[in-house]
Nanobody, 119 residues
Framework: QVQLVESGGGLVQPGGSLRLSCAAS????????MAWYRQAPGKQREFVAA???????NYSVSVRGRFTISRDNAKNTVYLQMNSLKPEDTAVYYC?????????????WGQGAQVTVSS
C-alpha cells in the first residue's frame, strides 16, 4: 500500500526555519528519486526540490540556496530543511516521486504539511 505522511509544518516568521519530514512506504521510496512539491492558495502545485536515490539534490530557482533536501534510506524518509523563509513560501508542502506536471492530478498524494510564513 502506497503511503506518504508529511509532517513538521507550522507558522514561522519571515527569516525563520522549519524542517519537514516525509515518511514513505517502501514501495514508493526504495531506489527512487523523491521530491518535494508545494501548492499555495489559488496557485498550481509546483516542484520545489528533488533528490536521487544516491543523494544528489536538485532545486527550483525560487528555493535554491535556502532549502536543503536530504533523505534517510534506512528510514524511508525524505526531509526538507527550509531556512530564510519568505511569505511567498507559504503553501502546503507535499512529497512524492518525480512526476511530470501533467500527472499531478491523477496520482496519490499525502495530506501535506502546511507552512505559513507571516509576521
Amino acid at each position: 500500500q502506497v503511503q506518504l505522511v508529511e509532517s513538521g509544518g507550522g507558522l514561522v516568521q519571515p527569516g525563520g526555519s522549519l524542517r519537514l519530514s516525509c515518511a514513505a512506504s517502501g514501495s514508493i521510496f526504495s531506489g527512487k528519486a523523491m521530491a518535494w512539491y508545494r501548492q499555495a492558495p489559488g496557485k498550481q502545485r509546483e516542484f520545489v526540490a528533488a533528490i536521487t536515490s544516491g543523494g544528489v539534490p536538485n532545486y527550483s530557482v525560487s528555493v535554491r540556496g535556502r532549502f536543503t533536501i536530504s533523505r534517510d534510506n534506512a528510514k524511508n524518509t525524505v526531509y526538507l530543511q527550509m531556512n530564510s523563509l519568505k511569505p511567498e513560501d507559504t503553501a502546503v508542502y507535499y512529497c512524492n516521486t518525480i512526476l511530470v506536471r501533467e500527472t499531478y492530478g491523477s496520482v496519490y498524494w499525502g495530506q501535506g504539511a502546511q507552512v505559513t510564513v507571516s509576521s
